[in-house]
T-cell receptor, first 115, second 107 residues
């Protein structure tokens, strides 16, 4: 079946630095990718929707200059957390779909710890 | 008001019991997903529904488009079913999520 791979699975970075998380669709072309954040014991919070070749659409309250999303190809989207702070520590998950309304496939998630 | 409401928030059951988790939504949707998230974070899409009923093993998902309601049923529940179950809907090329139901099945 379709697989979405996320990397890294865990990352620790220093406060003030930037960290990039990759999301790859391994055996299908993902025209739409989603990025989510999840706090402990809470549901997924959609951060942004990205369509290949166009700018990401951010949810209300998500800082687009802080969470840079790039979807330059049909198999890769990246989330860069810029100038990270400890409050950015969280579980970040991506998902991908061939088209809106189709089956979505989730990455394994990335645990970010900012120290 | 959330566009997607799930109930119950928490559910504890004994092994073997029949489980039902409900999802109601307030918008017109093109499809609904039931997701399972195990401790550690990994998420699996269990079902995608746009009408009717689907069955996979001990899991059954139903949707009533007119009533804007879906249910996830687990028959003969097992401790390995313990997870968070999340309802998610596609609408306007976007996704919205329920708050999740934390299921604990005790042996």
């Amino acid at each position: 079946g379709a697989v979405v791979s996320q990397h890294p699975s865990r990352v620790i970075c220093k406060s003030g630095t930037s960290v990039k998380i990759e999301c790859r669709s391994l055996d299908f072309q993902a025209t739409t990718m989603f990025w989510y954040r999840q706090f402990p014991k809470q549901s997924l919070m959609l951060m942004a929707t990205s369509n290949e070749g166009s700018k990401a659409t951010y949810e209300q309250g998500v800082e687009k200059d802080k969470f840079l999303i790039n979807h330059a190809s049909l198999t890769l989207s990246t989330l860069t957390v810029t100038s990270a702070h400890p409050e950015d520590s969280s579980f970040y998950i991506c998902s991908a779909s061939e088209a809106a309304g189709n089956t979505i496939y989730f990455g394994e998630g990335s645990w970010l710890t900012v120290v | 008001k959330n566009e997607v409401e799930q109930s119950p928030q928490n559910l504890t059951a004994q092994e073997g019991e029949f489980i039902t988790i409900n999802c109601s939504y307030s918008v017109g949707i093109s499809a609904l997903h039931w997701l399972q998230q195990h401790p550690g974070g990994g998420i699996v899409s269990l079902f995608m529904l746009s009408s009717g009923k689907k069955k996979h093993g001990r899991l059954i998902a139903t949707i009533n488009i007119q009533e804007k309601h879906s249910s996830l049923h687990i028959t003969a529940s097992h401790p390995r079913d313990s997870a968070v179950y999340i309802c998610a809907v596609w609408f306007n090329n976007d996704m919205r999520f329920g708050a999740g139901t934390r299921l604990t099945v005790k042996p």
